[in-house]
């Protein structure tokens, strides 16, 4: 079975640009959550989906957003790039959600973005 | 904010020794779960642990889980130089679709 899938591996982008990140969660699994990882503020949780539905979002600005399909792969976007939005971003699929019982979460190799 | 908090923050062992990593977490959980993350690579599921467990196996990991102390340890034995990683558990509560990590320790295997 395959694992969960991220594109692009890494990405150089300007300030002031936009990105789109890709995420194909394993088959089956309904639920993708997205995480930011930074040195400094270790891992955060942005936002997650589960049939094509937002359930939660974390406190980052509305630059962030994301959106999943009805084949459950999700995409994130970051408009308007600024320097600190450089680091790995990180989904995780899982068959049901995060707040089940049981329910492993597995997580995806990341995105490497830099901004400069 | 993260949950969790991980200590040590750094543990250096020799090859062949066990190594012993904790981590606390605030509130009700349903289950916790441990990862490796290899330097600039994803995360690695390890091990899932429930709220109604105490203790669980898998290979060389033994996970305990004391929710009286909000408190969990990943014990890895017989350590080999593969295993140098960082380590972080993760929470995931009754209420709320949101994952909380900890801060991690980073294990450093000597040959």
């Known amino acids: 079975k395959a694992g969960v899938t991220q594109t692009p591996r890494y990405l150089i982008k300007t300030r002031g640009q936009q990105v789109t990140l890709s995420c194909s969660p394993i088959s089956g699994h309904r639920s993708v959550s997205w995480y930011q990882q930074t040195p400094g503020q270790g891992l955060q949780f942005l936002f997650e989906?589960?049939?094509?539905?937002?359930?939660n979002k974390g406190n980052f600005p509305g630059r962030f957003s994301g959106r999943q399909f009805s084949n459950s792969r999700s995409e994130m976007n970051v408009s308007t790039l600024e320097l600190g939005d450089s680091a790995l971003y990180l989904c995780?699929?899982?068959?049901?959600?995060?707040?089940?019982?049981?329910?492993?979460?597995?997580f995806g190799e990341g995105s490497w973005l830099t901004v400069v | 904010s993260q949950q969790g908090e991980e200590d040590p923050q750094a543990l250096s062992i020799q090859e062949g020794e066990n190594a012993t990593m904790n981590c606390s977490y605030k509130t009700s959980i349903n289950n916790l779960q441990w990862y490796r993350q290899n330097s600039g690579r994803g995360l690695v599921h390890l091990i899932l642990i429930r709220s109604n467990e105490r203790e669980k196996h898998s290979g060389r990991l033994r996970v305990t889980l004391d929710t009286s102390k909000k408190s969990s340890s990943l014990l890895i034995t017989a350590s080999r130089a593969a295993d140098t990683a960082s380590y972080f558990c993760a929470t995931a509560s009754f209420t709320g679709n949101q994952f909380y990590f900890g801060t991690g320790t980073s294990l450093t295997v000597i040959p």
């Open positions: 989906y589960f049939s094509e539905t937002q359930r």
């Open positions: 995780a699929s899982s068959l049901i959600g995060t707040g089940t019982v049981g329910n492993a979460i597995y």
